[in-house]
């Protein structure tokens, strides 16, 4: 998994309120089970509008700002991979599905909870000018315009590390092999 610490990008903006995961990647593009290629069916029924966001914006775009409960409906995984396979690496919301926020944490995309009202500027400052550039420190916990004011956010301190390690539970527990039979050894007398 990559490290996730510092991610300096122009945004894409889809301000919508409870988009599901099939939304996100319909059911029909679910036949692997690994992840690869499913950034190319990102959203793709809507991306035939258009209008849509993704087709309003040029270039790589790490960063998607988007409403409330973002995620919700089915706990397929396959929808981190395919916003992470697509380029995100940050999205900010107003809330998330527990299950999709845990898939991002465990595939090394950041869910970032903002208050709503935080979460309009940003969108409103990315709509006004596409090439606004916005920094996200998960070591510092901010947010914000690079240069300009930043908002804070909070962050389970373990999936704060794991991001900036990029590190999911699996490889940090991997990591602690030795600590792990160093203590079954001192625990088995």
Not at 7 to 25: G, L
Not at 67 to 85: K, P
Not at 159 to 187: P, V, Y
Request: proline residues 3%; charged residues 20%.
């Amino acid at each position: 998994m990559e490290k996730n610490n510092i991610t300096i990008s122009t945004a894409v903006v889809f301000k919508s309120d409870n988009i599901d995961t099939d939304k996100i990647i319909p059911a029909r593009f679910l036949k692997a089970v690994s992840r690869g290629n499913f950034g190319e069916k990102l959203f793709c029924d809507l991306r035939t509008n258009p209008n849509f966001c993704l087709n309003q914006y040029t270039g790589n775009r790490k960063i998607l700002i988007t409403g409330n409960n973002f995620g919700c409906g089915s706990s397929r995984e396959h929808a981190v991979w395919a916003l992470y396979d697509y380029g995100f690496r940050v999205i900010i919301g107003a809330g998330f599905a527990d299950i999709f926020k845990n898939n991002a944490f465990n595939n090394g995309l950041l869910p970032l909870i903002l208050p709503e009202e935080q979460c309009n500027i940003l969108a409103q400052k990315a709509i006004a000018n596409h090439d606004t550039v916005f920094e996200v420190s998960v070591e510092a916990q901010t947010v914000g315009i690079q240069g300009g004011e930043k908002y804070h956010f909070n962050i389970d301190p373990f999936r704060r590390e794991c991001l900036i390690n990029g590190s999911d539970t699996t490889q940090w527990l991997l990591n602690m092999k030795e600590e792990i039979i160093a203590f079954e050894k001192h625990n088995s007398r």
